[in-house]
């Protein structure tokens, strides 16, 4: 019996479509496949990014209010450019507006928006409005990066793998959720200060978006190198309790906070640099020569298995809220 081929998870297809496209060309510092593509234009280096943020994908409708649900499109981007170790600038917005919301609420979605990004002293510079079936908030975010661009692709073997802050609160609460408890849902943290900081230091850069083990994945990769976890470092988030609890903060993602890897004797100053910006940095494990993969051991070195490896946009009906 022919079998079907396996449909590409989400990542495998980014893949091929970034082979496809190949050379970016000339003044595209970094293209495609990073938390953010760098530009340069003239003298400066601009950061761009895009992420959508979809009713029944990424938020229900009752967890988040309008204006949380501005904040939370606004700074989901603004840690791509914080990832990158730059700062936002300008942003532009698309709204899909399906019938039966009306102009209250999307004020309060642009006003969660701009009140976020001008903190920043971001703008919020254009947009556009379309009927849709699915409330969705698409934004694309411009920021100008620093004297260091960083990548996921600068780890070296011996480097130290650091996280800021703490993981699980948003996968914790997204469960008891599901399961019917009105918790709320975290705020997605300012890592912009911290991101811009640690740039100096760091050798690699993402934030935390689908997961711990998902993303240092991208960095493995991105890098040519392993990564060693060690799970009994990781800095689970007070609310996130439970069995399942260092699961979840593992692989759960939405935390969006950054994970770096700095070489040994710079990990006093990254520490530093991040306290600096109000956030503790945790070292959670090691870069090691090897193959690119991700591997989570426990206090007796021995390695644990892991049951989901992070969110896939592409797989199958398992719907994510
Ligand atoms: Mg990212």
């Not at 593992?250 to 890897?261: I, K, N, R, S, V």
Request: proline share 6%; charged share 25%; net charge positive.
């Amino acid at each position: 019996v022919p079998r079907r081929p396996r449909a590409p998870t989400e990542h495998e297809w980014i893949r091929r479509l970034l082979r496809r496209l190949g050379d970016a060309g000339p003044g595209v510092v970094v293209g495609p496949g990073d938390d953010a593509a760098a530009l340069r234009v003239g003298s400066t280096t601009l950061l761009v990014t895009t992420d959508a943020l979809v009713e029944g994908v990424h938020f229900r409708t009752g967890w988040l209010s309008p204006r949380a649900l501005g904040e939370r499109a606004y700074r989901v981007n603004a840690s791509d450019v914080a990832a990158m170790g730059g700062r936002p600038r300008a942003a532009v917005v698309a709204l899909e507006v399906p019938p039966g919301v009306g102009a209250r609420v999307l004020d309060q979605i642009v006003a969660g928006f701009v009140a976020a990004a001008r903190l920043h002293g971001a703008a919020l510079v254009g947009g556009n409005l379309a009927r849709g079936r699915a409330l969705a908030v698409t934004v694309t975010l411009l920021g100008v990066a620093g004297a260091r661009i960083v990548t996921r692709g600068g780890a070296r073997p011996g480097d130290v793998v650091a996280v800021t802050g703490r993981l699980g609160a948003t996968g914790c609460a997204v469960r008891a959720r599901r399961a019917g408890r009105r918790v709320a849902l975290p705020r997605v943290p300012d890592r912009v200060e911290a991101g811009a900081r640690l740039a100096a230091v760091a050798t690699a850069m993402i934030d935390v978006s689908d997961g711990l083990v998902q993303d240092l994945g991208h960095v493995a990769r991105a890098s040519g190198v392993a990564i060693r976890v060690d799970a009994w470092r990781v800095p689970v988030a007070p609310t996130c309790r439970g069995r399942h609890a260092l699961g979840i903060a593992l692989t759960a993602g939405e935390d969006y906070e950054l994970a770096c890897t700095v070489p040994p004797r710079r990990l006093a100053a990254a520490r530093r640099r991040a306290r600096g910006a109000g956030v503790a940095l945790t070292a959670v494990g090691v870069v090691q020569a090897g193959r690119p993969s991700v591997t989570i051991v426990d206090e007796a070195g021995r390695r644990l298995r892991l049951r989901a490896g992070g969110f896939d946009h592409l797989a199958g009906p398992r719907r994510r809220r």
